[in-house]
């Protein structure tokens, strides 16, 4: 090990590699260049397991999906790769000792995300596509065993929280950048704002929703203590690219989920309790449904498109259920979604498998100009009735159960946390308004299937599990003493 950390070995390294990398250019060979790359993730995953884990914050925003390369299959480098040697290495590490912080497995979010995967493993057996489905599971499994599992014991070390935060922000402000710079050429339009994040992103739904999750997260860094007028300055010019980015990703779910993040907090800063927010949940929910045909009838009035690049107006026709056809489309989707839950209630069609089930399940009167009557344009555009198409009843469930049980978490540790700690407790904050923004996007899309939201989300809930396990041991630290 020691002769692999010498300064000896790193030069002669190099020059090996330089010297078949040009003999592999010359005999037009060059792609087989990176393999080396590919050794030295590796053999950095092994020894410097955890900053690998944190340089994946890094990797996220930036990663490519080789397919649009290859036309064969869909993987995100370097992330997806990395992921998937880490996974392999923790289980190896598991099954000789011990990779896993042992408190991990009696914490709620371990609990309910375990029960989700295990739910997830039965559906895979009884699908309509079993392959398909077991590969849906593989890819869940190299997201929540090394981002989710093993992320407390990187964790531990709360300064690694912060760090994490920063790389992740940082890779996302590099994209956000690329992206109005690209998008600048074009004047910024609104249709040329749909790719114009190619090839960090596949389209503007899932960079406003990448974009939106950042914006608390830079607020939190500014806020959580005092720094010099250089860090103040380069902060809030982060601030501005992402809010800028924020603008021109013309996304209205990622604007409305910034809204609900706002709600979050004027709610935790203002400690209303959770039965006041129930009942008003509840009047609200009475009132509208009493009021369905004067709500349904005002619904049909509006006119306004998502195509028009005017902030008010494109916020308006989130509510156009007439003739805006994305909206339109959704709905076409969620009808396909509870029509399959119906026909399969109990354990659904498979996990993974709405793209190939959906398109028998489409309603006449619900296709849109952008419907397929082959049904081949994805998923079911909810985080919620995506399971409970493909994994019945109780897939539904086990998500909502993540959901209740990363925000109840969340939110705790926020409370309990010492109002002395202002840095960390700042930064638990903006991670559940952060974490907001994604679950109320989830509503309208579903991305936790891709490296851009799995990775920060999974993130964010090993730092949750991380700071409850320091708190409990400080605390008994403290009885003993």
């Known amino acids: 090990m020691q002769l692999f950390r010498s300064h000896t070995f790193v030069v002669l390294a190099s020059l090996a590699y330089i010297l078949v990398s040009c003999y592999l250019v010359w005999i037009d060979q060059e792609y087989l260049a990176l393999a080396p790359v590919g050794l030295l993730a590796m053999y950095a995953a092994i020894v410097y397991t955890q900053w690998t884990y944190l340089a994946l914050a890094l990797f996220t925003p930036l990663s490519v999906n080789i ?25 190896l590490r598991q099954i000789q000792d011990r990779a896993f912080e042992k408190e991990i497995w009696r914490h709620p979010i371990i609990w309910a995300v375990s029960f989700y995967l295990m739910w997830t493993f039965i559906t895979s057996i009884t699908s309509e596509h079993p392959l398909t489905s077991f590969k849906f599971l593989l890819a869940k499994l190299w997201f929540v065993i090394p981002i989710l599992f093993y992320g407390p014991s990187v964790f531990k070390h709360t300064k690694y929280i912060k760090t994490f ?45 990448a974009v939106a999750f950042v914006t608390p997260l830079i607020f939190g860094l500014y806020f959580m203590k005092k720094h010099n007028p250089l860090m103040q300055v380069t902060i809030i010019g982060l601030a501005l690219i992402i809010l800028v980015g924020l603008y021109f990703s013309y996304t209205r779910a990622a604007w409305l989920s910034v809204v609900a993040a706002l709600c979050v907090l004027a709610a935790i800063k203002l400690k209303i309790k959770f039965s006041w ?22 619904l049909e009035r509006n006119k306004y498109e998502h195509t028009t690049e005017e902030f008010g107006e494109r916020l308006q026709s989130a509510a156009n259920v007439t003739t805006d056809a994305s909206n339109l489309e959704r709905l076409n989707r969620w009808s396909c979604a509870i029509e399959m839950f119906k026909e399969r209630p109990v354990f659904g069609f498979g996990p993974g498998t709405y793209a190939f089930e959906y398109a028998r399940f489409q309603d006449p009167e619900n296709l ?42 969340g939110i705790t540790l926020y409370l309990k946390w010492p109002s002395e700690d202002r840095e960390m407790r700042t930064l638990i904050l903006s991670m559940i308004l952060a974490l907001v923004t994604y ?16 990775i920060p989300v999974w993130g964010f809930c090993a730092a949750f599990i991380a700071l409850e396990i320091v708190l409990k041991r400080r605390g008994s630290a403290e009885v003993l003493d």
Do not use: C, R
């Not at 100009?369 to 995506?386: P, Q, R």
């Open 439 to 454: 679950f109320v996007h989830g509503v309208l899309n579903n991305f936790l299937d891709t490296d851009k939201a799995a």
């Open 67 to 91: 397919e649009e390369y290859t036309e064969s299959f869909g993987l995100f480098i370097p992330t997806e790769p990395i992921l998937f040697g880490l996974l392999i290495l923790l289980v």
């Open 368 to 409: 849109t100009i952008i419907s397929t009557n082959f049904g081949d344009l994805g998923n079911a555009h909810s985080e919620y009735l995506g399971p409970l198409s493909e994994m019945g009843l109780l897939g539904l469930v086990a998500m909502i159960l993540i959901v209740i049980a990363i925000f109840y978490k």
């Open 165 to 209: 935060v920063w790389l992740l922000t940082i890779g996302m402000t590099v994209a956000i950048s690329y992206t109005l710079i690209v998008h600048a050429s074009y004047g910024f339009g609104e249709k040329e704002g749909h790719w114009v994040m190619w090839p960090f992103f596949k389209d503007h739904t899932i960079y406003g929703a």
């Open 277 to 298: 927010i129930a009942t008003g949940v509840v009047v609200l929910g009475t009132f509208l449904y009493f009021s369905k045909d004067a709500i349904q009838m005002e």
